[in-house]
């Protein structure tokens, strides 16, 4: 399994296409299904439009809205980003040929950072043969 | 790899348990994990009830409602549409046992359209041995 | 493919950490991808804060709070537990590595419950070399 690092700000969502799909490149799996998996519960990780970065700004701001503002209990007080990163999930699978990821046209695979700023850790693993 | 097209209504979901069963029929895996995956951003896949439709229609229902109406600086107008796709998920994992999809008695494969009509595109990967 | 068995409350989040490892700490796979999934459409399982027990408190009341009050069609009147199964997902995977589950420090797993209480089943595969 390979790793990687991230230092997020307060919130916001990072494209990591490059640095996953360059552990792929230099994996040992022609054909098979690589994880990203994120080691953290107030973070997540995503696929969406790798084109207009308004995208990713639209849907953090949509998010932010229908979380409600709730008198939680959790102390820390970071209890909607917990949920957050249940919603958006912490793993994404993708496929993986001919030693590359494989993506749709418009995708990119984004690390979700909703209590930054922190430094983050990014799993990859990949399988097949 | 293989890869089926569906002909998308404006929003609806799509049961493609049947197709997805076929390719892991005729694929060479015995055991191990089918992979569905949307390889777009304005649509999804989920797991979900397959005997009464109105299941489908109410989850549509409240996924509509539940996100707000905001003003998004996407310029495609489409932003809410980017957000289901991430919640739901573009991809779903499945076990294989005997050459055969296992899903519980009330789950189908559900292809989730939040921004059609469009042609889409379903990539089904089953790794194992 | 492995299987136990949970009674569950009316609803909540229910760590089924220890189950699963037990699993994966028996199995023939050193190292690949564990595959959890719940074969129901009103519970799922996800991945969150395993130290203090209010964030998955927390996180069911936002849940609840989130998902609209709406006249739902259908009758057996519990649209918004499929709902919540299709947002926290019905699978999770997990990287497995010298024969163990590796989480973050502060990830466990959660069946998630949302309509019970019910004997539910959880399936758990896994997959590598």
Redesign the interface.
């Known amino acids: ?1 390979e790793q990687f690092f991230l230092d997020t700000p307060k919130e916001g969502f990072i494209d990591i296409t490059l640095l996953v799909g360059e552990i792929v490149l230099n994996g040992h799996v022609r ?3 690589c ?1 990203v ?5 107030t973070a997540g990780v ?4 790798n084109a ?1 970065p ?2 990713a ?3 953090q ?3 932010e ?4 503002d ?1 008198p ?5 007080g970071n ?2 980003a ?2 957050k ?11 993986v ?1 001919d030693h590359s990821l ?6 990119a695979i984004y690390f979700c950072e909703f209590d930054g700023p922190r430094r983050r ?1 990014v ?1 990859v ?1 990949v ?3």
């Open positions: 399994m054909r098979g299904i994880q998996f994120v080691p953290h519960t995503t696929i969406n439009e207009d308004d995208v700004a639209d849907m701001l949509a998010l809205q229908m979380v409600p709730l939680y209990q959790h102390v820390e209890s909607p917990h949920l990163s249940s919603l958006i999930g912490c793993s994404v699978t993708l496929p040929i494989v993506l749709g046209t418009w995708q850790k799993w693993q399988i097949g043969v």
